[in-house]
């Protein structure tokens, strides 16, 4: 009996501990505004988002800032960025002690943690210096076209360095094309003057560092010279302490119970590539588990407080206990440690698509109590929750979405919270829904909308307010006829019926007058009406099952070559 009054608690204990980590209004995706800590004391904030590539993390003891940069790519499959987006260069980000971002600045120049300057091949930019981020020219520039010879350019180099009185050697590959590689920095009487080294006709030697501790993976130049020794690069102008990390390789955890800043408490799978076969024996094939993909739930635990998050897509193997979090953070060395030190945390992935709610982060005190800050107003926490995930992060930064897509079977009614991204211009929404909507009128700014592949049979009248839309995709649904409505939308430019069961176009059909391409593969169109006729810049994508029966007068509406004009 007593064992029963032990295990029926312990019961009950254990049912609460798996529900809490099951709770997604307990664990935050990455890609939120407010990221709060148990006691709400601190809070996860953004730094840098998207896909990074070896962030570099500074402290600068004489202003007491932090400095964070990486290249980043915005792209990926949740993302609002309308086309593939890899930064021309780094982004780099100013804090001060409490967190907050008090700068920023992306270029394609190179960063010098030396002199805390910009160097490009033709200009510079003494960011920390100034504190402005507008190009300076060259005082001189040296070997511009590449064609000093080792003499000529050793020569120059000496002259130049007994006259100054900083000198800094510098990486300058990729800014410029195949041009140069890398280049020296003169500081004579406060000009900067540069000395460029060509790519092909190189006269600096390339050497590669790699600093696990501190993230420092990159090349370093020193000049191809006689007496090389004799010619060190000047100490830096400005003191920046670099930040270090515990765990030099941030795609392997393992899930274990000991203390550790990241804890996984729950893996939900949402792919896996089933048993895979590795070998054949004695004509017998073996077969392993293969990798599987899904949600991970992670305790972050720093500065002696909680976070409670969660992160999409991480991969791991089915055979073995470890997962690709690409979770770490930097911190100031040990010595320098103080209690007000920020912390930095790095969600990174080095394979795949663009995680959701990647980038670099920093934990500092604060600025709300309420977790649903971010979320707009009328919202509820638990709605929210509901959303598709494009969706909620599209909610993050509402004024300046433009794009959303959104391809579900499982949703069969409008999402009303999509008409809070006013500013949308374009809208993917295949669905389960049976007709486009009321709601679709309230995106007034749309200029394309796709809802294909699904079971529209109806069309709201609320689509000819859509005064701006230029392209309308209806694919693979099942219309019967062709709705009325589209033709109010008179800037529309592509109109695709394809793989629908319309059987006919309406005489008033040519009131589309700026419509210059209409897709109608495989429906049950077999005439068009002679109004068409006049539709001289329209072409009809058929694939030539509808084009070849009509009379002579229609051909000039299948002419392929007007699409090169379009």
């Not at 209806?474 to 394809?498: A, C, R, V, W, Y």
């Not at 058929?542 to 007007?562: E, I, N, R, S």
Request: some cysteine; overall charge neutral.
């Amino acid at each position: 009996m007593f064992n029963i009054y032990i295990l029926i608690p312990l019961l009950i204990l254990g049912f609460f501990l798996v529900s809490q980590a099951q709770n997604p209004l307990k664990y935050t995706y990455l890609f939120r505004n407010t990221i709060l800590s148990k006691s709400k004391k601190y809070e996860l904030a953004p730094v840098l988002r998207g896909r990074i590539y070896y962030p570099r993390y500074f402290y600068l003891p004489i202003t007491r800032q932090y400095l964070v940069y990486s290249d980043v790519d915005r792209s990926g499959p949740y993302s609002t960025e309308s086309s593939r987006d890899i930064s021309n260069g780094k982004t780099y980000a100013l804090l001060n002690e409490s967190g907050n971002i008090i700068d920023s600045i992306e270029t394609p120049y190179r960063f010098s943690s030396r002199s805390g300057s910009f160097y490009g091949t033709k200009q510079y930019i003494p960011w920390l210096e100034t504190g402005k981020s507008d190009s300076v020219s060259y005082h001189k520039v040296y070997n511009k076209a590449r064609d000093f010879s080792s003499h000529t350019f050793e020569k120059t180099f000496q002259e130049l360095y007994v006259q100054a009185d900083y000198v800094e050697f510098i990486n300058l590959r990729g800014i410029d094309g195949d041009n140069y590689d890398a280049a020296v920095i003169f500081r004579i009487e406060n000009k900067i003057e540069i000395l460029l080294s060509g790519l092909h006709n190189s006269h600096m030697s390339r050497n590669f560092q790699e600093e696990k501790k501190t993230n420092n993976s990159e090349d370093y130049y020193l000049p191809d010279i006689s007496n090389q020794k004799s010619f060190p690069q000047s100490e830096p102008i400005i003191s920046m302490v670099p930040l270090e990390t515990d765990n030099t390789n941030p795609f392997v955890h393992f899930r274990s119970p000991f203390s550790r800043p990241f804890r996984i408490t729950k893996y939900r799978k949402t792919y896996s590539s089933g048993w895979n076969g590795i070998m054949s024996l004695y004509g017998v094939p073996v077969y392993v588990p293969g990798e599987q993909e899904g949600v991970t739930f992670v305790k972050f635990r720093t500065k002696k407080d909680l976070f409670k998050i969660k992160l999409v897509e991480v991969p791991k193997a089915s055979f073995i206990p470890f997962y690709n979090l690409g979770l770490r953070t930097f911190h100031l060395p040990a010595k320098m440690m103080m209690p007000h030190s920020l912390v930095f945390m790095e969600s990174a992935q080095n394979c795949g698509s663009n995680r959701l709610g990647g980038g670099v982060f920093v934990v500092r005190p604060a600025t709300t109590d309420n977790p649903a800050a971010d979320i707009p107003f009328g919202i509820p926490e638990k709605r929210f929750y509901t959303l598709p995930l494009a969706l909620q992060n599209a909610l993050m930064d509402p004024e300046h979405v433009t794009k959303l897509s959104i391809t579900d079977d499982g949703i069969t009614e409008w999402i009303p919270e999509i008409e809070y991204l006013q500013n949308l211009i374009e809208l993917t929404f295949n669905t389960g829904i049976t007709s486009i909507p009321d709601g679709i009128g309230n995106l007034s700014k749309l200029e394309s909308l796709t809802m294909e592949g699904r079971k529209i049979t109806s069309v709201s009248p609320r689509l000819v307010e859509l005064k701006s839309l230029r392209y309308l995709g209806l694919d693979s649904n099942p219309l019967t006829e062709f709705p009325k409505e589209i033709l109010e939308l008179q800037q529309l430019e592509h109109l695709s019926l394809n793989f629908t069961l319309i059987s006919s176009l309406p005489a008033e059909f040519s009131q589309l007058k700026n419509l210059k391409h209409l897709d109608l593969i495989d429906t049950r169109v077999k005439a068009l009406p002679e109004s068409m006729i006049g539709m001289t810049e329209l072409y009809i994508y058929d694939g030539g099952t509808l084009g070849q029966y009509l009379p002579d007068a229609y051909k000039p509406l299948f002419d392929h070559t007007k699409t090169y004009n379009h």
